[in-house]
């Protein structure tokens, strides 16, 4: 008997090792990295972080890819620790409902449905609930931003006035299809670093992550939620130094990093077109051909081979519910008088220079593939509202950022790795 209790006990001993290596590897991840006021972030939210930034830039692994984008979840971490705080400071939560319907809209976005999505952030070793804490965080800054800036924000006839002349005073200089990735300087002397930061950001680009991707990941800017995406910008509205940037670089180009009063900027240049913020209507027929799962290439295809049919049968607004029948498809409801300013991205490019009664190329729509025709345009001029939502957009930018500056300068922040 003791002879196998002998033989056993070199096993026993290495089971207890590994065990214990487990048990040390979990503490190690659930240990505090870092302290922002009495809430702890621990290593292991980092590293689920990483992991999806990782994957969400398209980066492959690599140690400097990890360091760069460590840095950036760090300090996004902590902005949402403190705009979730003062959220809870405000009494203002979150329904679960918003947070799955985020969730839902980021997995279409991506092609995927909300089963998929989690396979797929699982099989990279993410759980899925730190894409939900990150989701949460900007349900709940949007309402503290809804809540406390908002009411702030006035943009009086006089002000839109001033805007339109100056429109109105460089009629004939291109409008701009921008996307942005902006970094704050909270303090002078952090600029090296800020700039070094966005160099960084560009070399990995350089590597094949995608902008919108970097944006979402990197970018302090209100647009990041969106890939970084400004849309059409008229010249002279954006902070100077951006402007002379911008005149020195081609449509698809990147800039180097921009140094402005309030942080850097890395701009996309992404095209051109002819004046300016005009309120442009339509009457168009859509017709979507529906794709339930676009990781299936064969629902795809099919979708797509139908559409590429029945453009050769759309030759008029009125044929579209007999080719909608015809080919499968259904057509869309929309306005009878859609502003082209307000329509989905897709649908906005596709229609803006489509002579009326042609039928559009296929192009990808939020629930399959989509065909477009114009009825008729119309043209009105400047378009006051627009301008009036440029003006507050920027305000509530210009204030939300000073709000997060203060949150940050009033707290405890702690670093322990």
């Excluded at 705009?83 to 809870?88: G, I, L, S, W």
């Excluded at 002000?159 to 970094?183: H, W, Y």
């Excluded at 969106?226 to 059409?232: K, N, Q, R, S, T």
Aim: charged fraction near 25%; hydrophobic fraction near 45%.
């Amino acid at each position: 008997m003791l002879s196998v209790i002998f033989r056993l006990f070199p096993l026993l001993i290495a089971s207890c090792l590994l065990a214990l290596s487990a048990v040390a590897a979990e503490m190690t991840t659930l240990k505090p990295a870092i302290m922002v006021n009495d809430k702890v972030i621990s290593a292991l939210e980092i590293e689920m972080r990483v992991k999806l930034a990782l994957v969400s830039a398209g980066l492959q692994e690599s140690d400097e890819a990890r360091t760069f984008l460590t840095r950036q979840v760090e300090q996004a971490l902590i902005d949402e620790e403190l705009q979730v705080q003062e959220a809870k400071r405000l009494g203002i939560t979150s329904s679960a409902e918003e947070e799955a319907v985020t969730f839902r809209q980021i997995a279409r976005s991506n092609g995927l449905d909300v089963t998929t999505l989690r396979q797929r952030l699982e099989g990279a070793g993410i759980l899925p609930a730190y894409l939900m804490d990150q989701i949460r965080a900007e349900l709940l800054w949007r309402a503290v931003l809804r809540s406390e800036i908002m009411p702030q924000v006035i943009v009086t006839e006089e002000d839109v006035d001033e805007a339109v002349k100056s429109i109105e005073a460089r009629q004939g200089e291109p409008q701009r299809l921008l996307a942005e990735i902006f970094l704050p300087i909270d303090n002078p002397a952090d600029t090296g670093e800020v700039v070094a930061t966005a160099e960084e950001a560009i070399e990995q680009m350089r590597r094949g992550s995608g902008f919108q991707a970097m944006a979402r990941q990197v970018s302090q800017a209100p647009t990041a939620s969106v890939g970084g995406d400004m849309g059409w910008v008229e010249a002279g509205s954006l902070p100077q130094e951006v402007e002379e940037a911008l005149t020195k670089i081609k449509v698809g180009r990147l800039t180097p990093p921009i140094v402005t009063p309030y942080g850097v900027y890395i701009m996309l240049l992404r095209d051109e077109r002819p004046p300016p913020e005009r309120k442009i209507a339509v009457s168009v027929k859509m017709l979507t051909f529906p794709v339930r799962n676009f990781e299936n290439r064969s629902q795809v295809n099919r979708a797509a081979g139908r559409a590429t049919e029945a453009q050769k049968a759309l030759t008029s607004c009125e044929a579209a519910p007999a080719v909608a029948k015809r080919f499968s498809a259904q057509v869309e409801p929309l306005p009878e008088e859609f502003e082209v300013s307000r329509m989905p991205g897709n649908l906005r490019s596709v229609t803006m220079g489509l002579p009326i009664g042609q039928a559009s190329e296929p192009f990808r729509a939020p629930e399959g593939i989509g065909l477009a025709i114009v009825c008729a345009r119309t043209d009105s001029g400047i378009d006051r509202d627009l301008v009036r939502q440029r003006l507050m957009s920027e305000q509530v930018d210009r204030r939300s950022r000073r709000y997060l500056q203060d949150l940050r300068s009033l707290a405890t922040i702690e670093m322990r790795n």
